[in-house]
């Protein structure tokens, strides 16, 4: 039987900052449009960290019991190592799916937004179906697509609309920016797995643009998320913070390029979390300043 510790590892926490990203970014936005509510956010966090814990266990479980973690090199997988049954990290995945409906659903409630009750079942669908089910997407490539749309656009505009009722540039800006750090997270994992994904027959979109491109792609999308809101440069000054992000861009993405050893790539991941954490605070400390300027 599993340990809470193991628990706790499998729940991987380090891809939690994914999760909380968006919602500051959103909550920012709303800020903006002078529609900050505090409970709203509360609960858009509390649907964003539970559905990445939800789709975490998933992936094990799915994962696991396709043997496509036998030989994976990594942080703890509970099923492909046996430390927990299958079915247990099936039923605590879904259980942290049942979670986000219960928060999502008093979300929507508060903001009246019924037209979220759609997208909340297809978060948890697209959940699920990354890697289970029958035909799970990741398996042909279109995990990137489901992070970034799902991770960025989906929970950040989601965020802001339930507490503004409306969307503003600073919101879309925010959102790609975001996503695509999200999707650059989801790259570095997935280029240190192309061995086995590729044996395993699961073909990421690292697997199909090979090792080298793959690797480039990453730093592209970290670049472009930080250059990204010069955008608003007119209208919102201070979200040039985020340019404060350039130097801790260089490490991850030197070891992207670089790294010959797919060990080397684990702390990549802990630290594009960590990057995208930074962007979402000082794009949102500079939509907050801005706005006070205003």
């Not at 942080?75 to 492909?80: D, I, M, N, V």
């Amino acid at each position: 039987m599993a340990t809470a510790a193991q628990w706790l590892e499998g729940a991987r926490p380090r891809t939690l900052p994914m999760a909380l990203a968006p919602v500051i970014i959103g909550s920012a936005a709303a800020y903006g449009l002078g529609a900050f509510r505090p409970l709203n956010a509360v609960l858009a966090a509390a649907v964003a960290v539970l559905l990445q814990v939800g789709v975490n266990y998933a992936n094990d479980y799915s994962d696991g019991i396709r043997g496509t973690d036998d030989n994976r090199v990594g942080p703890l997988r509970l099923t492909g190592s046996r430390a927990a049954e299958p079915r247990q990290v099936k039923s605590a995945a879904f259980g942290c799916f049942a979670a986000a409906t219960a928060a999502g659903l008093v979300l929507i409630l508060l903001s009246q937004a019924w037209f979220l009750l759609l997208v909340g079942i297809g978060c948890v669908a697209a959940a699920w179906g990354y890697t289970g089910g029958r035909n799970p997407y990741g398996y042909r490539g279109l995990g990137d697509i489901f992070v970034f749309v799902f991770f960025g656009l989906v929970a950040t505009l989601g965020t802001t609309f339930t507490q503004a009722g409306q969307l503003s540039a600073p919101a879309w800006v925010g959102a790609l920016g975001t996503g695509l750090i999200a999707t650059a997270l989801l790259m570095a994992n997935n280029v240190r797995d192309i061995p086995t994904d590729r044996e395993a027959g699961k073909l990421t979109l690292a697997v199909r643009l090979g090792d080298r491109a793959a690797r480039a792609s990453y730093v592209g999308m970290l670049a472009t998320a930080v250059l990204l809101p010069v955008v608003l440069i007119l209208g919102y000054p201070w979200v040039m913070l985020v340019l404060l992000l350039i130097p801790a861009c260089l490490r991850p993405s030197r070891v992207m390029l670089t790294g010959s050893r797919r060990e080397e790539l684990i702390p990549v991941l802990k630290l594009t979390g960590l990057i995208n954490l930074a962007f979402s605070l000082l794009f949102g400390l500079g939509i907050v300043l801005s706005t006070g300027q205003g």
